[in-house]
Antibody
């Protein structure tokens, strides 16, 4: 079965760029009709959709973050990545990578990684 | 403030049934599929329902989903203490040119 695992720095300084990678195992990132997504959750709050990428490279971003977000895919490594620039404390959250299938069915999810923005 | 509106909390006794509502608009629920997620404390969300009422493999039939107009409902029967969790609805929103995924604010289920 497909599994996802986030990796990247747990601490980022304000104004810098947050960079995370999601490694997909148990299946090819190129197979099937799936979107590969990033979703975040500040402590004690709800889920916020960041964006997604199709294996063709086409992307969709949350308009509230669009000017700062880049999602890319590396099919040779079976990975996709998130870059969020000019971060502030408001970007502190648990970041999840996930696979989106039919009917906005997001499954599976990575375990999540906490990213703290602080100097 | 979330695009989709859920009640902050619901509660019911073990063995009973509970429903959780998710209200949206024509730009999201009204014209797109709805999914539901369960998030146990300290864990990643888990997909319970997709395409309004379909259950992924491994999800018991105690969980059900429905949609009518611009609202959706998650139903859970035969409540167990292990069902205590936060529940989120999600869908695609087409109100902006490029669209975006949206989630409800979440509902905390307490099994008394």
């Amino acid at each position: 079965q497909v599994q996802l695992q986030e990796s990247g720095p747990g601490l980022v300084k304000p104004s810098q760029t947050l960079s995370l990678t999601c490694t997909v195992s148990g299946g090819s990132i190129s197979s099937g009709s799936y979107y590969w997504s990033w979703i975040r959750q500040p402590a004690g709050k709800g889920l916020e959709w960041i964006g997604r990428i199709y294996t063709s490279g086409s992307t969709n971003y949350n308009p509230s973050l669009k000017s700062r977000v880049t999602i890319s895919v590396d099919t040779s490594k079976n990975q996709f990545s998130l870059k969020l620039s000019s971060v502030t404390a408001a970007d502190t959250a648990v970041y999840y990578c996930a696979r989106e299938g039919r009917g906005f069915g997001v499954r599976p999810w990575g375990q999540g990684t906490l990213v703290t923005v602080s100097s | 403030q979330s695009v989709l509106t859920q009640p902050p909390s619901v509660s019911a006794a073990p063995g009973q049934k509970v429903t959780i509502s998710c209200s949206g608009s024509s730009s999201n629920i009204g014209n797109n599929y709805v999914s539901w997620y369960q998030q146990l404390p300290g864990t990643a969300p888990k997909l319970l329902i997709y395409e309004n009422n379909k259950r992924p493999s491994g999800i018991p039939d105690r969980f059900s989903g429905s949609k009518s107009g611009t609202s959706a409902t998650l139903g859970i029967t035969g409540l167990q203490t292990g069902d205590e969790a936060d529940y989120y609805c999600g869908t695609w929103d087409s109100s902006l040119s490029a669209g975006r995924g949206v989630f409800g604010g979440g509902t905390k289920l307490t099994v008394l």
